[in-house]
């Protein structure tokens, strides 16, 4: 995830900006999916649509139905650029598991299981390209205000936090830094997250396989399920891919590389004609997936590993070299039993689906970008 110019390197002044709504609910015989939308009220200390274009486009209760799990945005009200903070409140056991060729991370070595710290306090996302992983100072100054991380005898704490960043240099130049991780953290909340052009993914884009002249915006999403065992899992999905979005419930294309004269090129067709360019650092997606069931950090790998299933589900193409797609785990383990490590990574890999295509379907399109909502006929 290294940025491909040499853009200017201005500092922002954060003003924070976060958004909640209302609920709904879809339901199965013996899985509540979570898939709300609503309009959303701004807070006072910005507009609901900052210049850019940033503005959210639902909320669903999503990832934060785990109970202890919360979830903030800092979107630059001048900028379409952010930050987004999923925090584990009292901590979770963590794993992680990185399909793409081109990472933007930090701190994920710790996760391994063979080393030594079990638990984690939180994950970010954040915009910026690699400037953005100095987001990461700002939610561990959060957490230590509130005396949350590893302890380390008589000095206190260290916070956990490892993180990912997704590139949006082509449509802002400003890089979150501290300021913006802190914000996020503050603002973090248990009810309805806020979905679409906020936080890290305010600046998101996918379908870029024929250059940004024909991309499409991507955005924040986040879907749940719920089985009457008491087993919930979540997750949380930063969408900047490269490829386009399907939907896997009909396998169509619902946001990508446009075509000429209106609809889609579909990246599954250019892949079988001339190889485009790579795209480089620009086609990553972010998940984090929480869930309540008990695991061990081997496991909380394993169910990081399964949830990918989803992203390639809905991501085509997905995970190629010049990619950082990455997928975070948190198990706060407040479930002992009734549940299998498949069951819970089969689950995974349903709700980052879901997660994906309610990011494109709640985006907000910028200036030249359009989002899903912009296209004629949509069908959300």
Same mark, same amino acid.
């Given at each position: 995830?290294?940025?491909?110019?040499?853009?200017?390197?201005? /500092?922002?002044?954060?003003?924070?900006?976060?958004?909640?709504?209302?609920?709904?609910?879809?339901?199965?015989?013996?899985?509540?999916?979570?898939?709300?939308?609503?309009?959303?009220?701004?807070?006072?200390?910005? @507009?609901?649509?900052?210049?850019?274009?940033?503005?959210?486009?639902?909320?669903?209760?999503?990832?934060?139905?785990?109970?202890?799990?919360?979830?903030?945005?800092?979107?630059?009200? +001048?900028?379409?650029?952010?930050?987004? *903070?999923?925090?584990?409140?009292?901590?979770?056991?963590?794993?992680?598991?990185?399909?793409?060729?081109?990472?933007?991370? *930090?701190?994920?070595?710790?996760?391994?299981?063979?080393?030594?710290?079990?638990?984690?306090?939180?994950?970010?996302?954040?915009?910026?390209?690699?400037?953005?992983?100095?987001?990461?100072?700002?939610?561990?100054?959060?957490?230590?205000? /509130?005396?949350?991380?590893?302890?380390?005898?008589?000095?206190?704490?260290?916070?956990?936090?490892?993180?990912?960043?997704?590139?949006?240099?082509?449509?802002?130049?400003?890089?979150?830094?501290?300021?913006?991780?802190?914000?996020?953290?503050?603002?973090?909340?248990?009810?309805?997250?806020?979905?679409?052009?906020?936080?890290?993914?305010?600046?998101?884009?996918?379908? =870029?396989?024929?250059?940004?002249?024909?991309?499409? =915006?991507?955005?924040?999403?986040?879907?749940?399920?719920?089985?009457?065992?008491?087993?919930?899992?979540?997750?949380?999905?930063?969408? +900047?891919?490269?490829?386009?979005?399907?939907?896997?419930?009909?396998?169509?294309?619902?946001?990508?590389?446009?075509?000429?004269?209106?609809?889609?090129?579909?990246?599954?067709?250019?892949?079988?004609?001339?190889?485009?360019?790579?795209?480089?650092?620009?086609?990553?997606?972010?998940?984090?997936?929480?869930?309540?069931?008990?695991?061990? =950090?081997?496991?909380?790998? =394993?169910?990081?590993?399964?949830?990918?299933?989803?992203?390639?589900?809905?991501?085509? @193409?997905?995970?190629?070299?010049?990619?950082?797609?990455?997928?975070?785990?948190?198990?706060?383990?407040?479930?002992?039993?009734?549940?299998?490590?498949?069951?819970?990574?089969?689950?995974?890999?349903?709700?980052?689906?879901?997660?994906?295509?309610?990011?494109?379907?709640?985006?907000?399109?910028?200036?030249?970008? @359009?989002?899903? /909502?912009?296209? @004629?006929?949509?069908?959300?």
């Amino acid at each position: 995830m290294v940025p491909m110019s040499q853009e200017s390197r201005r /500092r922002a002044r954060p003003v924070a900006r976060c958004a909640r709504g209302g609920t709904g609910s879809h339901r199965t015989p013996l899985i509540a999916i979570a898939a709300g939308t609503a309009a959303l009220a701004p807070l006072p200390a910005a @507009p609901q649509s900052a210049p850019g274009g940033s503005g959210a486009g639902g909320a669903a209760e999503g990832i934060t139905r785990v109970e202890g799990i919360r979830v903030g945005h800092f979107t630059y009200p +001048n900028a379409a650029t952010g930050c987004t *903070v999923v925090i584990a409140d009292g901590g979770a056991v963590g794993g992680v598991d990185v399909r793409g060729g081109a990472p933007g991370t *930090v701190e994920t070595d710790l996760l391994d299981p063979v080393n030594t710290v079990e638990r984690v306090d939180a994950v970010f996302v954040s915009g910026g390209s690699a400037y953005g992983l100095g987001t990461r100072g700002g939610v561990m100054r959060h957490l230590e205000e /509130r005396g949350q991380g590893f302890p380390v005898g008589g000095t206190g704490v260290v916070p956990i936090v490892p993180g990912a960043i997704v590139f949006d240099l082509r449509v802002a130049d400003v890089r979150p830094g501290p300021d913006c991780g802190y914000q996020a953290a503050a603002a973090a909340g248990a009810g309805p997250v806020a979905e679409g052009s906020v936080g890290a993914g305010a600046g998101a884009t996918v379908g =870029k396989m024929r250059g940004m002249a024909w991309a499409m =915006k991507g955005g924040v999403g986040t879907s749940s399920a719920t089985l009457e065992s008491g087993l919930v899992v979540g997750a949380l999905a930063v969408v +900047n891919a490269v490829g386009d979005v399907v939907d896997p419930r009909t396998g169509e294309t619902i946001a990508g590389a446009r075509a000429e004269g209106g609809g889609f090129a579909d990246a599954r067709r250019i892949l079988r004609g001339e190889p485009p360019p790579p795209r480089e650092g620009e086609n990553t997606t972010v998940v984090i997936v929480a869930t309540n069931a008990r695991l061990t =950090k081997a496991r909380a790998a =394993k169910v990081a590993r399964m949830a990918h299933d989803g992203l390639a589900r809905a991501v085509v @193409p997905s995970h190629t070299p010049s990619d950082g797609d990455t997928v975070f785990s948190l198990a706060t383990g407040t479930l002992a039993e009734g549940f299998s490590v498949g069951q819970v990574g089969a689950l995974a890999a349903e709700v980052v689906a879901e997660a994906i295509v309610r990011a494109v379907r709640s985006a907000h399109g910028l200036p030249s970008i @359009p989002a899903v /909502r912009d296209l @004629p006929g949509d069908g959300r």
